[in-house]
Antibody, heavy 117, light 109 residues
Framework: QVQLQESGPGLVNPWGTLSLTCAVSGGSISDEYWWNWVRRPPGKGLEWIGEMHHSGGTNQNPSLKRRLTISVDKSKNQFSLSLTSVTAADTAVYYC??????????WGQGTMVTVSS | QTVVTQEPSLTVSPGGTVTLTCASSTGAVTSDYHPNWFQQKPGHAPRSLIYSTNNKYSWTPARFSGSLLGVKAALTLSGVQPEDEGDYYCLLSHGGAWVFGGGTKLTVL
């Protein structure tokens, strides 16, 4: 079955760039799904970050749009998140999620990212 | 900025029934908002329960059901089990962007 696995640095400097990758296994990133990023800051609720389709279509959280890039790498069967100018408010567990047909069915296990010097 | 509101906390007795709701600051929630519901327990990734108002996944227990209730989306748990304790989140589509509710902490006591 399809599985998602996040990877990336667990510690990012303030005002640096947070970069994460989600590897898709058991399926193709070119299937008709939207590939999402969701985060949960400590002590807070879930926040939808954005999504991308393999065709290039994207949707993003308006509050993050200015700092956010989501991309798909078909050759590696993975998708990525880049968030610039990070602050402590970006400290969170980041999840990659498969979406599509108005559903969000498969979640990665999540990866903790801390913004600190 | 769109705000999605859920009850901050609810308590239910084992075997009882509880309804969690999800409201949007933009107005009445309809099927066009494609409500999704998720359960999250400490230290675990969220688990998807309901999509597009009332559709269940193959793994969704029968005691969970989704609906529209007045101007809100709703998740009803019938015959609550102790393992249902956790945080519950709704997710609504707003014109190409998705917005999570603040979450409901469900206590089974």
């Amino acid at each position: 079955q399809v599985q998602l696995q996040e990877s990336g640095p667990g510690l990012v400097n303030p005002w640096g760039t947070l970069s994460l990758t989600c590897a898709v296994s058991g399926g193709s990133i070119s299937d008709e799904y939207w590939w999402n990023w969701v985060r949960r800051p400590p002590g807070k609720g879930l926040e939808w970050i954005g999504e991308m389709h393999h065709s290039g279509g994207t949707n993003q959280n308006p509050s993050l749009k200015r700092r956010l890039t989501i991309s798909v790498d078909k050759s590696k069967n993975q998708f990525s998140l880049s968030l610039t100018s990070v602050t402590a408010a970006d400290t969170a567990v980041y999840y990659c999620v498969r979406g599509g047909f108005w559903a969000f069915d498969i979640w990665g296990q999540g990866t903790m990212v801390t913004v600190s010097s | 900025q769109t705000v999605v509101t859920q009850e901050p906390s609810l308590t239910v007795s084992p075997g009882g029934t509880v309804t969690l709701t999800c409201a949007s600051s933009t107005g009445a929630v309809t099927s066009d908002y494609h409500p999704n519901w998720f359960q999250q327990k400490p230290g675990h990734a969220p688990r998807s329960l309901i999509y597009s108002t009332n559709n269940k996944y193959s793994w969704t227990p029968a005691r969970f059901s989704g609906s529209l209730l007045g101007v809100k989306a709703a998740l009803t748990l019938s015959g609550v089990q102790p393992e249902d304790e956790g945080d519950y989140y709704c997710l609504l589509s707003h014109g190409g962007a998705w917005v999570f509710g603040g979450g409901t902490k469900l206590t089974v006591l």
